[in-house]
């Protein structure tokens, strides 16, 4: 009976083997080799980029199947049986499927035509899948080696864009964008949000490495990544110092993750809308106040209801409140008492760099431990166990080193109050309130004297922290 109604597969895969061949030649081929057998050819299946060992979905393969189901299709061409599947099983199906619809004619343009009513023919076609699957699988492995052997060695990882921070080479440090990072971790630990981050990258008109504008994602995997401290991350563990030069030291990044976990576990709140949000405190019920635009002008509140669960009873008025604390807060940077205080934190750098050292010390610990799990040396429960210690400390160091980076935030600043004075209003209000933050814990409210119309200063009860 004559083919009048061939298919043709062609499929380009991802995995650079160096025997993958262009869709176009593929199809050539086919094609020659439909005319050379006189077969009517009706349709054409191309997928592209996807592996037959990846286990991705090929969608024209899938129709292929379907086609031939339904009895649409008397013959196949496929290049070469490798480009059917390299998993064995998924031979098997292919075969199930022509058997079904009684589809006689499987041709392949590599090694010629295979007769699936024949034993010898299906064997020929298992074998050729079976070498097909083993060769990938070999591969991948090699290249997983490979990998592995790399990130041993310390030596980068072979993606398709260099870091930012480094040249082509992902070894050599690039001076103005290491400039640029080590301004970024200082700011974010000054209490800069990422957010706020990005919009003065834009403005700066610093682009990523893919020219693109920087999101808050990609600034988080950034400045949370080994790469920039000098760690060689695998698999994403850090597993070793790094051959490249760092840009930023290991215990500036171990409090950049300190402050993003303490992000995390604070929630995602929504973003900071005014300078004393969250800092106030009702003098009445001890309630924090909220800030809300009422009429014309914009007032912290206490709330009663079951969201806030305040007294009520007591409002003020936030723009002179505002400008009357951070008034307080620029005088306060400028005394000897706080300079002293300051001091006294010399003691704090030394503790947050002990705390830090060990930081890393318990993560490494944590990571090797994850090695041995993940490796099958060590079962589930014994991984748990272990681990759980480790985490308690991390959690415990995090939390300090959250706490020493806000007098971070005030280096350079104390002394200087009369400087930041002149410059205040320009800053951001994520800025002005970090600073504010550092110093100042909260504010009492004192209820307001009944029918008073003007703000009374002598409400404002500060509770500075240093
Ligand atoms: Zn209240």
Aim: charged content about 25%.
């Amino acid at each position: 009976m004559p083919v009048r109604s061939a298919a043709l597969y062609a499929r380009i895969s991802s995995d650079q083997d160096g025997t993958a061949l262009g869709v176009t030649r593929q199809l050539e081929d086919c094609r020659r080799l439909a005319a050379d057998l006189g077969w009517r050819v009706a349709a054409e299946y191309v997928d592209n980029d996807v592996s037959a060992y990846s286990g991705k979905r090929r969608p024209e393969y899938q129709r292929l199947l379907a086609d031939l189901a339904d009895g649409l299709r008397d013959a196949v061409i496929v290049y070469h049986p490798d480009r059917l599947s390299r998993i064995p099983a998924e031979v098997e199906r292919f075969l199930d499927v022509l058997k079904a619809a009684r589809v006689q004619h499987l041709q392949f343009v590599s090694t010629g035509g295979i007769d699936i009513g024949s034993g010898d023919g299906l064997l020929v076609l298992r074998v050729l899948g079976a070498v097909a699957a083993n060769e990938s699988a070999t591969k991948s492995r090699r290249v997983k080696r490979k990998m592995d052997q790399r990130a041993e060695l310390g030596l980068p990882h072979g993606g398709y864009h260099r870091p930012f921070g480094y040249d082509d080479d992902k070894m050599t440090v690039r001076k103005d964008e290491a400039l640029v990072i080590r301004g970024l971790a200082a700011r974010f630990l000054a209490g800069e949000s990422l957010r706020s981050l990005a919009i003065w990258l834009d403005a700066e008109q610093v682009r990523t490495v893919a020219g693109g504008p920087w999101r808050t994602s990609t600034l988080r995997a950034m400045l949370s990544s080994g790469r920039i401290a000098g760690l060689r991350e695998h698999r994403g563990q850090v597993i070793g110092k790094a051959r490249w030069r760092r840009i930023i030291s290991e215990a500036q990044r171990s409090r950049i993750l300190a402050r993003m976990a303490e992000q995390t576990v604070s929630g995602r709140r929504p973003p900071r809308r005014y300078l004393l949000s969250g800092m106030l405190r009702c003098g009445k019920c001890g309630n924090t106040l909220f800030s809300r635009a009422r009429e014309t002008t914009r007032r912290y509140v206490c709330s009663s209801g079951p969201d806030h669960g305040g007294c009520g009873r007591l409002t003020v008025v936030a723009g002179p409140l505002e400008e009357l604390v951070a008034e307080m807060v620029l005088i306060r940077l400028d005394t000897p008492v706080l300079a002293d205080a300051l001091a006294g934190r010399m003691h704090d750098d030394e503790r947050g760099a002990a705390l830090s050292e060990a930081l890393v010390d318990d993560r490494h610990q944590l990571d090797e431990l994850a090695h041995l799990y993940a490796t099958k040396q060590i079962p589930a429960r014994d991984w748990l166990t272990a681990r759980k210690p480790i985490q308690d400390r991390i959690d415990t160091a995090e939390r300090s080193l959250a706490r020493l980076s806000r007098s971070e935030t005030l280096a350079g600043l104390v002394g200087h109050g009369h400087q930041l004075r002149a410059g205040w209003a320009q800053l951001n209000l994520t800025r002005q309130h970090a600073i504010v933050a550092a110093i100042l814990d909260h504010v009492i409210i004192a209820p307001g004297a009944l029918g008073a119309r003007s703000f009374d200063p002598a409400r404002v009860d500060p509770r500075w922290r240093l």
